[in-house]
């Protein structure tokens, strides 16, 4: 291999990691990881209350989120949701790996191979109902329950605490959890 091309090849690869370790970025400014995080008390289905929507979610309605933990330490996560432009469900299934310590709730989670994103749990209530989940920057934020409604104080804390963060709030969807009608599931 001549010269140029080993060059080439080292550019190539230096730019690889540097966008994979860019990609592990851990929070937006701001915002703090729970502390004395419980995950087994966090995996189960999530509803998706509201979120900041891109293009993986854009059109879901029903949108859920499910964790369970792999024999390995990690999360199997599985986002579902109902594309109600196409009429069908949509699920996405990756993987999530604690940061560091456990007891903090900062994340990395991946739906395409090698390349993980921030997932922070930044506020979740003592029982582990509800809970505000933010990405790497401000373009990621999500608002889970374990029901499919929150109520409203809970609401505007988690609003309050995104807009301190520096979160457009006046930008989230709020997810219709409403039923769908049976006849389009076709999920098993």
Known sequence: ??????????????????????????????????????????????????????????????????????????????????????????????????????????????FFGPFYSGYNVVAIDDNYQTALVVGKDTNYMWILSRTTSIPDDVKLEYLALASNIGFDTNKLVWVDQGAIDASVYDAD
């Open 1 to 110: 291999m001549n010269s140029r091309k080993k060059t080439v090849l080292a550019i190539a690869i230096l730019t690889i990691a540097l966008v994979s370790m860019a990609s592990c970025e851990s929070a937006p400014k701001n915002a703090v990881p729970v502390a004395g995080f419980d995950v087994f008390s966090y995996l189960g289905k999530w509803y998706e209350i509201a979120r900041l929507d891109f293009k993986h979610e854009k059109d879901m309605s029903n949108v859920t989120a499910e964790y369970y933990l792999n024999d390995d330490g990690s999360i199997k996560v599985v986002n579902r949701g109902y594309d109600y432009v196409d009429g069908e469900w949509k699920e996405s299934v990756g993987k999530a790996k604690f940061t560091g310590d456990p007891t903090i709730a900062a994340l990395k989670v991946s």
